[in-house]
């Protein structure tokens, strides 16, 4: 008598078990990676090698951001400060913590201290910092309020969905420059409706913000 199925049958329910291993396999690696803050990365926290506290700097002390952050007003990218920069205050302000004597050896070595990347662009998207924070972008709009922050975390998606919100509608951010780093400053303070102030700024600077695919991807 035939057999009802051919031979090669045998190795199916294998070949089936091994191709659902990779199957589930690409799942789990997927759900890990894209429903994880590696890739939403709101509320992203990392360690860096020295607790700096913004809220003590900013909130308590007032420093302005473009003192750390020296170039966002010229730069396509928001510099790190160097360690020279720290050293400048730190060598005269609490001189015997172990964290300042970091800070001293690296600018003795020339050694770069290790800061880990909070906010990161992907290399198939560009963005310009300067010509944000010339425009009258906030540096609260993208990055929340870190003046707030003993730890710097991710605080907005910064997801192309929510860029183009922003660029459908810039009178909604948009402030005057004198404003652009007071964090804690809205036009609700000054008694004034953000979207009226906001298009009349937009209609004097002619803020255009692109909305198709090449204002971003070039």
Avoid at 5 to 26: D, E, I, Q, Y
Avoid at 59 to 69: K, N, P, S
Avoid at 110 to 139: I, M, Q, R
Avoid at 209 to 215: L, Q
Wanted: contains cysteine.
């Amino acid at each position: 008598m035939a057999n009802t199925f051919p031979r090669w049958s045998n190795t199916l329910p294998l070949k089936l078990l091994v191709c659902f291993l990779f199957v589930g396999a690409g799942v789990a690696g997927a759900v890990n990676y894209y429903f994880t803050q590696k890739y939403t990365r709101v509320g992203y926290m990392p360690s860096q090698p020295i607790p700096f506290s913004h809220k003590i700097h900013v909130g308590q002390l007032g420093m302005d951001c473009r003192y750390c952050h020296s170039f966002v007003e010229q730069s396509g990218h928001a510099n790190v400060p160097a360690s020279s920069t720290c050293w400048n205050c730190h060598q005269h302000v609490k001189t015997n913590s172990p964290y300042i004597a970091q800070i001293r050896e690296s600018v003795e070595t020339g050694k770069p201290l290790e800061w880990v990347k909070v906010h990161n662009t992907p290399d198939y998207a560009y963005f310009n910092h300067s010509v944000h924070v010339t425009s009258g972008v906030s540096c609260v709009s993208c990055h929340g309020k870190i003046n707030e922050m003993p730890v710097v975390f991710h605080d907005q998606s910064q997801s192309m969905g929510w860029c183009l919100e922003c660029h459908r509608a810039p009178e909604n951010h948009l402030r005057p420059m004198d404003k652009v780093t007071q964090l804690d400053w809205t036009a609700k303070s000054e008694g004034k409706d953000q979207q009226e102030m906001g298009q009349k700024l937009k209609d004097a600077w002619h803020i255009e913000p692109p909305v198709n695919c090449a204002g971003c991807h070039r």
